[in-house]
């Protein structure tokens, strides 16, 4: 059965990231590289869910369908990583505590399976969810 | 015939690779081969060829379709914009040249706008750490020759800098390094095992965002002081090992990055980080350094501080300099719905900004100065894509160790496009005539 689980969130740069936003951000390689969330197999286990399984990744500042992978950098149990990009950006933690910098790393997050749900591209993604009319 | 251009300087990264080799059509219109990038560099040289690219402003209309304009629109736009806003915001800077830097400070002390670099979202607690306590750094050459410990706390260069490692960290032969990475031990603290902690000698797999507890932790241990049994996740055995190893090396180098920058103790990890350093520099030599990301957010800083005294974050709304990050920084002004026009040039705030931060970008006037399309240049009025730098014209940048290095142009730019320089140089004269000054 399919449970919503509770995970820390960070994001930061992978190697595929950086080659993506290079070759274009329009396309969907970027949605590939970034729209993702790579979980630790037992995570996945106790979420219920088969690796690549779209899922909705929630905190307390947004939501957003991602794919849950394996980890390629793991084990890393009770810690799931989005690449940076805008679907990290549209559930981390915006506040700066007068700092200047957001707290990108360390983001209380559920997740549970969206098996139905689309992925959307990056720069779509990010034009939904501020409005942006597209003509 | 084809021709060969070498020595040819990366614009992706903060380490800047000087070494690359790029082979071009006969007529110079066209790039056929890198040799010596990494994957990244290659393919920001094989995509600035690419046949779909933009190479025309074009400005969003009421049923938000895009309009094809020329620069000379896109200029009268943007200088329109600027000059008539109360507090306008110029973000970006760190994938353009200083000479674009510097013509856009210009702009900016005329407008009364805040500057802000890509630090904003990356290193700027950084730079507040060493504003409170110094940073005792050295050059990659230096890294490279002497260095024998390496510690790498909260960055993965085999994803962020991928030639860091072979040009300076862990694999070149140095000086006094002839050994390579045998003559060298790397030390690597991260919450996951990346593929950096994999090259490590010893990998501290520590509790996500504990980073000052530990570096408090590992200054206790080179005091031979009492430990808890575990710290941040770590037994404490552990922390003295490390704690050794390092103490015992000849010239020591932190590299740190996004893991204590962007976590929740943000710069007070990094005074820890530093405090560390200067600590054991009272049993060996030891230096510590940022892990740039952008090829020239450093120089961006640089131009920045020599100008205004800051280096991120510069408010000039009340025409002098004002500095104070969380009330002058880019974040916080949007998060606040401070600023009502924004400029944004070579970085991308659309997809690397907190989204409730994006959302105010996208109801002010707005323009992106960028080669690539970009969730930025989605959101924005007024889209301006230019020549790429470093690739299609020269300018000097800053290399994460402050080493300034000129780049080298190795094509010609579609025709008719501008590069950031002359379009800004563009919007300057414009803004002078608005603003009456001579």
Same mark, same amino acid.
């Given at each position: 059965?399919?449970?919503?689980?509770?995970?820390?969130? #960070?994001?930061?740069?992978? #190697?595929? *990231?950086?080659?993506?936003?290079?070759?274009?951000?329009?396309?969907? @390689?970027?949605? @590939?590289?970034?729209?993702?969330?790579?979980?630790?197999?037992?995570?996945?286990?106790?979420?219920?869910?088969?690796?690549?399984?779209?899922?909705?990744?929630?905190?307390?500042?947004?939501?957003?369908?991602?794919?849950? #992978?394996?980890?390629?950098?793991?084990?890393?149990?009770?810690?799931?990583?989005?690449?940076?990009?805008?679907?990290?950006?549209?559930?981390?933690?915006?506040?700066?505590?007068?700092?200047?910098?957001? @707290?990108?790393?360390?983001?209380?997050?559920?997740?549970?399976?969206?098996?139905?749900?689309?992925?959307?591209?990056?720069?779509?993604?990010? *034009?939904? *969810?501020?409005?942006?009319?597209?003509? | 015939?084809?021709?060969?251009?070498?020595?040819?300087?990366?614009?992706?990264?903060?380490?800047?690779?000087?070494?690359?080799?790029?082979?071009?059509?006969?007529?110079?219109?066209?790039?056929?081969?890198?040799?010596?990038?990494?994957?990244?560099?290659?393919?920001?040289?094989?995509?600035?060829?690419?046949?779909?690219?933009?190479?025309?402003?074009?400005?969003?209309?009421?049923?938000?379709?895009?309009?094809?304009?020329?620069?000379?629109?896109?200029?009268?736009?943007?200088?329109?914009?600027?000059?008539?806003?109360?507090?306008?915001?110029?973000?970006?800077?760190?994938?353009?040249?200083?000479?674009?830097?510097?013509?856009?400070?210009?702009?900016?002390?005329?407008?009364?706008?805040?500057?802000?670099?890509?630090?904003?979202?990356?290193?700027?607690?950084?730079?507040?750490?060493?504003?409170?306590?110094?940073?005792?750094?050295?050059?990659? /050459?230096?890294?490279?020759?002497?260095?024998?410990?390496?510690?790498?706390? /909260?960055?993965?260069?085999?994803?962020?800098?991928?030639?860091?490692?072979?040009?300076?960290?862990?694999?070149?032969?140095?000086?006094?390094?002839?050994?390579?990475?045998?003559?060298?031990?790397?030390?690597?603290?991260?919450?996951?095992?990346?593929?950096?902690?994999?090259?490590?000698?010893?990998?501290?797999?520590?509790?996500?965002?504990?980073?000052?507890?530990?570096?408090?932790?590992?200054?206790?241990?080179?005091?031979?002081?009492?430990?808890?049994?575990?710290?941040?996740?770590?037994?404490?055995?552990?922390? =003295?090992?490390?704690?050794?190893?390092?103490?015992?090396?000849?010239?020591?180098?932190?590299?740190?990055?996004?893991?204590?920058?962007?976590?929740?103790?943000?710069?007070?990890?990094?005074?820890?980080?530093?405090?560390?350093?200067?600590?054991?520099?009272?049993?060996?030599?030891?230096?510590?350094?940022?892990?740039?990301?952008?090829?020239?957010?450093?120089?961006?800083?640089?131009?920045?501080?020599?100008?205004?005294?800051?280096?991120?974050?510069?408010?000039?709304?009340?025409?002098?300099? =004002?500095?104070?990050?969380?009330?002058?920084?880019?974040?916080?002004?949007?998060?606040?719905?401070?600023?009502?026009?924004?400029?944004?040039?070579?970085?991308?705030?659309?997809?690397?900004?907190?989204?409730?931060?994006?959302?105010?970008?996208?109801?002010?006037?707005?323009?992106?100065?960028?080669?690539?399309?970009?969730?930025?240049? /989605?959101?924005?009025?007024?889209?301006?894509?230019?020549?790429?730098?470093?690739?299609?014209?020269?300018?000097?940048?800053? =290399?994460?160790?402050?080493?300034?290095?000129?780049?080298?142009?190795?094509?010609?730019?579609?025709?008719?496009?501008?590069?950031?320089?002359?379009?800004?140089?563009?919007?300057?004269? =414009?803004?002078?005539?608005?603003?009456?000054?001579?």
């Amino acid at each position: 059965m399919a449970n919503k689980i509770s995970l820390n969130l #960070i994001s930061g740069r992978t #190697i595929q *990231q950086g080659m993506c936003i290079e070759t274009g951000k329009e396309k969907p @390689t970027y949605r @590939t590289a970034c729209g993702i969330i790579e979980m630790d197999p037992s995570d996945l286990k106790k979420m219920g869910a088969w690796k690549n399984t779209n899922v909705r990744v929630t905190s307390e500042y947004g939501t957003v369908v991602v794919k849950a #992978i394996e980890t390629t950098q793991g084990p890393h149990p009770g810690v799931g990583f989005i690449p940076m990009g805008p679907w990290a950006n549209s559930v981390v933690n915006p506040n700066t505590y007068s700092t200047g910098m957001p @707290t990108f790393k360390g983001t209380p997050v559920t997740v549970e399976v969206a098996i139905n749900e689309p992925i959307l591209l990056g720069i779509e993604l990010v *034009q939904k *969810q501020c409005g942006v009319k597209v003509g | 015939m084809t021709k060969a251009v070498t020595d040819v300087v990366c614009p992706f990264c903060g380490t800047l690779c000087d070494d690359l080799e790029v082979t071009v059509s006969d007529d110079g219109k066209q790039i056929l081969e890198v040799a010596n990038a990494c994957v990244i560099g290659t393919a920001k040289f094989m995509h600035s060829q690419a046949k779909d690219r933009l190479t025309r402003p074009r400005m969003r209309q009421e049923d938000g379709s895009w309009k094809e304009v020329s620069y000379e629109e896109a200029a009268d736009y943007t200088a329109k914009i600027l000059a008539g806003a109360k507090k306008p915001l110029m973000y970006g800077w760190s994938s353009t040249n200083c000479e674009a830097q510097s013509m856009g400070h210009e702009i900016a002390e005329m407008c009364g706008a805040v500057v802000d670099n890509t630090a904003a979202v990356c290193h700027g607690t950084t730079l507040i750490a060493v504003q409170d306590i110094g940073l005792p750094s050295c050059t990659l /050459g230096e890294i490279k020759n002497r260095a024998d410990r390496i510690i790498f706390w /909260g960055c993965n260069p085999a994803h962020a800098h991928p030639r860091h490692m072979s040009r300076y960290s862990i694999f070149p032969r140095g000086f006094f390094t002839g050994k390579g990475q045998k003559s060298r031990k790397v030390v690597v603290v991260d919450p996951r095992l990346t593929d950096t902690a994999r090259l490590a000698d010893i990998h501290i797999q520590i509790e996500q965002g504990r980073d000052y507890e530990l570096l408090n932790a590992l200054r206790v241990a080179l005091n031979n002081e009492w430990l808890p049994d575990v710290v941040a996740g770590v037994p404490k055995e552990k922390i =003295r090992e490390v704690a050794d190893v390092l103490k015992s090396g000849r010239f020591g180098i932190i590299f740190f990055g996004m893991g204590v920058t962007q976590t929740l103790s943000k710069n007070h990890n990094i005074d820890e980080a530093i405090a560390l350093t200067k600590h054991l520099n009272e049993f060996t030599k030891y230096s510590i350094m940022p892990m740039r990301g952008h090829y020239n957010v450093t120089g961006s800083g640089e131009v920045l501080a020599w100008q205004f005294g800051f280096p991120y974050s510069v408010d000039l709304s009340r025409g002098f300099a =004002r500095y104070n990050p969380g009330d002058t920084s880019t974040i916080d002004l949007l998060a606040r719905g401070e600023v009502d026009a924004m400029l944004t040039i070579a970085s991308d705030p659309g997809a690397h900004f907190p989204i409730s931060c994006v959302k105010h970008l996208a109801k002010i006037p707005s323009v992106c100065i960028d080669p690539h399309q970009t969730p930025t240049s /989605g959101v924005s009025k007024l889209h301006v894509p230019v020549a790429f730098v470093g690739i299609e014209v020269g300018g000097n940048a800053y =290399r994460m160790d402050n080493v300034p290095i000129d780049t080298r142009k190795v094509v010609e730019p579609p025709e008719g496009m501008k590069t950031d320089e002359e379009f800004l140089t563009m919007v300057r004269d =414009r803004v002078k005539k608005i603003k009456g000054v001579k």
